[in-house]
């Protein structure tokens, strides 16, 4: 969002509102400043004067005047300005950089310390545009369950299998793959199978077994494809097999494969 839309939205979001009497374009700004200066000059002479000079003070800067506001002693060093409509996109900017692109409460407060009529619309509807924290907030990651890494302990402790479906790009009458992975060695065996049948795993398992041997646990996200019939003749051959059945494309089951 640019300076312009800035304005025109922010004239939008004051309109009818009070606090659009204290956001003067600089024609306007530059009219009460030629009108303070003649007060100061020949001094009050109408309701409008005496409510002006109650209201504001003529500040210079430099080579400038700048509107304030009225302090309660002249000689207080602390002040703060007037801003006119023009200068308040550059001055919220400034503010909400200047805090590292914090939250509204803390732009506001930054704002606050120095100008007196910046409004609290003006500083929200810039924060609800700025880029940067748009850009922040999506890379912010959602808390969420904290995963606990599988460790093994060492080359038989657990490995873990997994079928991969390739039935749009079958090989002849090959339609699936088998993954099995060991998890200390990270060593990996392809299998190629015709169907995903209980029977057509468990004998390539058990190859795989009776070529490299069986692991303590041996974990799966296959869910119901890994029917009980596997289980049961992997369970006979091993009987201290663990089998770990993790919800499919779950990640806390899939820690190897999704590292």
């Not at 900017?93 to 930054?110: D, M």
């Not at 929200?124 to 302990?153: A, D, N």
């Not at 049961?232 to 097999?241: G, H, I, N, R, V």
Request: proline share 3%.
């Amino acid at each position: 969002m640019d300076q312009a839309d800035f304005e025109f939205k922010l004239c939008q979001t004051l309109e009818g509102k009070a606090e659009n009497a204290v956001l003067q374009s600089t024609t306007q700004q530059d009219q009460l400043l030629e009108d303070l200066l003649k007060i100061n000059s020949f001094g009050a002479k109408s309701t409008f004067d005496f409510n002006l000079k109650k209201r504001y003070e003529v500040l210079s800067v430099g080579n400038a005047d700048r509107l304030i506001r009225r302090r309660k002693d002249p000689n207080e060093d602390e002040f703060k300005f007037i801003a006119s409509l023009k200068e308040v996109f550059d001055i919220v900017k400034a503010a909400h950089e200047a805090i590292g692109h914090g939250g509204g409460k803390k732009t506001i407060a930054k704002v606050k310390k120095r100008w007196a009529n910046i409004t609290q619309e003006a500083r929200y509807l810039y924060i609800s545009f700025c880029e940067h924290c748009h850009q922040k907030k999506s890379r912010k990651v959602p808390k969420g369950l904290v995963v606990k890494p599988v460790q093994s302990h060492n080359i038989f402790s657990r490995c873990q299998i997994d079928l991969i479906n390739y039935q749009t790009l079958p090989d002849g009458d090959f339609k699936y793959i088998m993954t099995y992975v060991n998890h200390f060695t990270k060593f990996c065996v392809l299998r190629p199978l015709t169907t995903k049948r209980a029977e057509e795993v468990a004998t390539n398992l058990l190859d795989i077994f009776l070529t490299f041997g069986a692991p303590a646990i041996l974990q799966s996200d296959i869910g119901r494809e890994f029917v009980n019939a596997v289980i049961a003749e992997l369970s006979t051959l091993w009987p201290e097999l663990k089998l770990v059945t993790g919800r499919p494309r779950h990640p806390q089951s899939q820690v190897l494969f999704n590292a």
